[in-house]
């Protein structure tokens, strides 16, 4: 199954994980922080840059996000620029970033307000996993979204533990 599907943050872990979804068929749209970083990964696996989250998320079906904090994740979700003004409705958020639980819950709340499906999984496995592809996520979320999000990690890094 193959989606459009946005990837914000190439940092260590971010650039090896979304070019296993690139791997795997999937059109990639990217967003990261430093242009030269998001031109480098096109340059590796094709798709698409973009100079903010919320024109990364456009048409994307899913939007998979891991930068490095609570800020960071509110940085890239919210605002004019922020990934959930660039979605469309009933489109899933599943946020790789290891944040605090109110963090987590304040995002599930405010995607949910906005239409947005949204997961919460951070990883465990480090860059090795991330470059091997074998990570393990540990997902919590609603079972719709879940449901939706699960096919495309399970192909992309397939430990995942709901």
């Known amino acids: 199954m193959s989606?459009?599907?946005?990837?914000?943050?190439?940092?260590?872990?971010?650039?090896?994980?979304?070019?296993?979804l690139?791997?795997?068929?999937?059109?990639?749209?990217v967003y990261n922080r430093s242009a030269a970083r998001a031109e480098a990964w096109l340059r590796e696996h094709g798709g698409s840059a973009h100079p903010t989250p919320a024109a990364a998320a456009q048409g994307a079906a899913l939007v998979f996000c891991c930068v490095?904090?609570?800020d960071d994740l509110r940085q890239?979700?919210?605002?004019?620029?922020g990934a959930f003004a660039g979605?469309?409705?009933?489109?899933?958020?599943?946020?790789?970033?290891?944040?605090?639980a109110q963090?987590?819950?304040?995002?599930?709340?405010?995607a949910r307000e906005a239409g947005i499906g949204f997961i919460d999984a951070p990883v465990s496995g480090g860059q090795a996993g991330a470059e091997n592809g074998v990570l393990t996520v540990m997902c919590?979320?609603?079972?719709?979204?879940y449901g939706r999000a699960?096919?495309?990690?399970?192909?992309?890094?397939?430990?995942?533990?709901?």
């Open 76 to 81: 890239v979700c919210l605002g004019a620029e």
């Open 140 to 145: 919590g979320g609603d079972a719709g979204p």
């Open 87 to 100: 979605m469309a409705e009933r489109t899933l958020f599943v946020d790789h970033t290891t944040t605090s």
């Open 22 to 29: 690139a791997r795997h068929g999937h059109t990639m749209r």
């Open 68 to 70: 490095g904090n609570d």
């Open 3 to 20: 989606e459009t599907v946005a990837f914000l943050g190439l940092g260590v872990m971010g650039y090896p994980m979304a070019g296993h």
């Open 103 to 110: 963090v987590a819950k304040e995002m599930a709340h405010l």
């Open 150 to 162: 699960e096919p495309v990690i399970a192909a992309s890094w397939p430990v995942a533990v709901p």
